[in-house]
């Protein structure tokens, strides 16, 4: 196990952005010396000043003593050229993302520091492997990849290049780790962990969108508060950034040969070419102008109680339903599961989301009054959840069946009839790219969990997550949808085909 970098030990950071800063602020706290560079001189110094003042908004807090928040603004240093950064054991760069820039700067570094000097990259999409083609010792370059804010986000990405030394991963692992930040190994891929796994959490929302499954604030409410989820992709994009959010789809979707599983959405292009970006710009998928109403979810009317409830099976959603009806003092018989059913009500049968649609699954099962539930986080806290009804299925079925869902404590939201509704297809498809990402050596199922749960907050990570729901379950939705759809894009990881005929878990 290799040993973190001494706390004497210099840490350069090159540039003075927000990222760079950040960057800074972290190595200062945990010991080291730092020394911090940008072209601009005074920002720099500018940066510094920030710094020491978020040190003593930690002290007000009660996250830092005194002592330590001096002593650490004292270890801050500006440099005013680049030539200052000769003595330091690390080089962190945080400049523009450009792959010229950062040849360059690497390469006039490479003949100011000694050979032992470690150079890391905060880039978030662009090859490690190519920013390194240019140096005389590619060893000792690596991604040092923090999450914005660095000082509050808890993941970072060390991600090696083919020529990266794999001493230099782990002694950047060990210091990532000593400064108090969950490291995780990744192999030099377009968009290294996060900004690949997190590609279906926006595609398929757009997806969605795109097929009139829902409006935007419906999407996100539920899968804010049937999926878990911190914010809705919508509401997400919009913070990140329209453009920003769209250009690192069409990044990942170049970068591998424009592979459809990573296909851009024309409505988000729209947007962008109009120049609505979100909340920087004041309108993007919502509209955040002075007078400008909150969209609330599509919500269904209170419907009358069925007159007949029964829970079917054991499958952990029937098991939430009778918990909860019980918990509501609500009679309701029990029976078994002939066909996957988890209850009815009157002359509805309700299921989970498989990946069919509610017209499919009607057809195939002979039930015309067939309902669909989507995927929860815990069945037993949420507070929404989405539901469809088939094509044959009557507004009195569906009735029942939302009638049903609404005296267990759930909030409704109807979807049209799209194949896996919203939280299934989501976690399904980000389950599947992760399992790719293991599958191809880019990272460990661990790193990859730890990854989704720390750089976008996840409530679950997407393998565990699919260990939870059961991949036979995840690999029939991916299936489905593949049938349905015709596309490559859901075609399954080889890692999940071999699991789930295995019956075993990708956590072991």
């Known amino acids: 196990m290799s040993q973190p970098l001494s706390k004497d030990a210099l840490v350069a950071v090159v540039g003075a952005g927000a990222m760079g800063a950040g960057i800074a602020q972290v190595a200062a706290a945990a010991g080291h010396p730092v020394m911090l560079f940008d072209t601009c001189a005074k920002a720099a110094q500018s940066a510094i000043d ?36 000769g003595s330091a054991a690390l080089v962190v760069e945080a400049v523009v993302e450009n792959l010229t820039v ?14 032992d000097c470690i150079f890391g990259s905060n880039t978030s999409s662009i090859s490690i492997t190519a920013i390194a083609s240019v140096l005389k010792h590619p060893e000792r370059f690596a991604g040092l990849h923090f999450f914005n ?44 962990i996060v900004n690949r796994v997190a590609r279906p959490y926006y595609s398929e929302a757009l997806r969605l969108r795109t097929e009139g499954a829902a409006d935007c604030a419906t ?46 959405s024309l409505i988000q292009q729209e947007l962008v070419d109009a120049g609505f970006f979100g909340k920087k710009s004041g309108r993007g998928f919502f509209d955040y102008r002075d007078g400008a109403e909150k969209p609330e979810p599509q919500t ?14 054991d499958a952990p959603a029937a098991l939430a ?6 918990a509501a003092a609500v009679t309701f018989e029990r029976a078994t599961s002939p066909d996957d059913r988890i209850a009815e009500a009157d002359d509805a049968v309700l299921y989970i989301t498989d990946g069919r649609s509610a017209t499919q699954r009607s057809a195939d099962n002979g039930v015309p009054n067939a309902v669909l539930m989507d995927l929860a986080l815990d069945y037993n806290k949420a507070t929404r959840t989405a539901s469809t009804a088939a094509g044959q299925c009557s507004e009195s079925g569906f009735a029942g069946a939302c009638a049903l869902l609404q005296t267990c404590g759930f909030q409704v939201s109807r979807l049209s009839d799209i194949p896996g509704l919203a ?19 880019v990272c460990t199922p661990s790193a990859v969990d730890d990854a989704m749960r720390l750089g976008v907050n996840y409530p679950l990570g997407p393998l565990a997550w699919a260990d939870q729901i059961g991949l036979v379950s995840i690999r029939k939705v991916l299936a489905n949808l593949g049938a349905l759809y015709g596309e490559d894009r ?8 071999q699991l789930a005929f295995q019956g075993k878990n990708i956590h072991g």
């Open 50 to 85: 920030g710094i020491r003042i978020q040190f003593e908004k930690m002290v007000i807090k009660g996250k830092m003593d005194s002592a330590s928040a001096q002593a650490a603004g004292l270890r801050l240093q500006s440099a005013s050229k680049l030539s200052d950064l």
């Open 490 to 497: 859901y075609r399954i990881s080889p890692l999940i085909q």
């Open 219 to 264: 999407i996100d409410a539920v899968m804010r508060e049937s999926g878990g989820f911190r914010m809705g992709p919508f509401e997400l994009m919009d913070m990140i950034g329209l453009d920003v959010n769209f250009a690192v789809t069409r990044s990942v979707w170049n970068a591998y040969f424009n592979d459809p599983r990573y296909l851009p």
């Open 300 to 313: 269904e009317t209170s419907h009358k109680r069925p007159s007949r409830i029964v829970v079917c099976g």
């Open 423 to 441: 939280v299934m297809r989501t976690v399904a498809m980000l389950a599947n790219e992760a399992a790719d990402a293991v599958y191809q050596g």
């Open 321 to 326: 339903l009778a918990a909860r009806l019980k």
């Open 149 to 192: 804010p660095a000082p509050l986000m808890a993941l970072v990405e060390v991600v090696s290049g083919l020529a990266t030394s794999a001493k230099v991963a782990h002694i950047l692992f060990a210091t990532a780790t000593a400064w108090g930040k969950t490291a995780v190994h990744a192999k030099s891929t377009p968009g290294f």
């Open 102 to 115: 950062k040849q360059t700067l690497f390469k006039d570094l490479e003949a100011l520091v000694s050979v």
